[in-house]
């Protein structure tokens, strides 16, 4: 089955990359995977605080993608995976893609205004040392161009 990994946060331009995903995996008989990326911690010394704050990301990460995994399946069907993992997030993406061959492309969703954001910039600059191809959805297209387009 082939599989559009897009990755989840808080951005428009996040729910835009899911929606193109979800759109292309209805019209090629694919599926979705849903990535959540944790930030790395830095060490604190203290760790009940450190574990309060790991565990308050971990919650807000699964909330993110419990919303977009129903908001998906209620708009197209598609019965997404789940992902979250912590840790930086391009090394985290390459990871996923070499564990799951099904992985056909990387859609990535660019913010409407200013700079595309950090992944975007970063896949963009070396998309040539990817095993799939990357698809960058603008962030400032409609509902309707994005469905037009998909």
């Known amino acids: 089955m082939r599989i559009y ?8 331009e996040a729910l835009i990359a899911l929606r193109f995903a979800a759109r292309r995996a209805v019209k090629t008989g694919g599926g979705v995977e849903i990535l959540a990326l ?3 911690q ?8 450190q574990a309060t704050i790991e565990d ?11 919303r977009a995994a129903g908001t998906l399946l ?15 997030g391009p090394k985290v993406i390459r990871a996923l893609i ?13 913010a409407a205004d200013g700079a595309p954001g950090a ?13 799939v191809p990357l698809m960058i959805v ?9 469905d037009r387009l998909s």
Do not use: M
Request: glycine letters at 12%; charged letters at 20%.
């Open 5 to 12: 990994l897009t990755v989840i946060d808080d951005t428009p």
């Open 38 to 40: 944790l930030p790395p």
């Open 42 to 49: 830095e060490f604190i010394p203290f760790g009940g605080v």
């Open 56 to 66: 308050e990301q971990q919650r807000h990460a699964e909330g993110l993608v419990a």
């Open 74 to 88: 209620e708009e197209s069907g598609v019965r997404p995976s789940i992902t979250v993992r912590s840790g930086d």
């Open 98 to 110: 070499a564990e799951n061959p099904q992985i056909a492309a990387l859609v990535l969703g660019a």
């Open 119 to 131: 992944l975007v910039d970063h896949f963009a600059a070396d998309v040539g040392t990817l095993p």
């Open 138 to 146: 603008p962030g400032g297209l409609s509902t309707e161009a994005i």
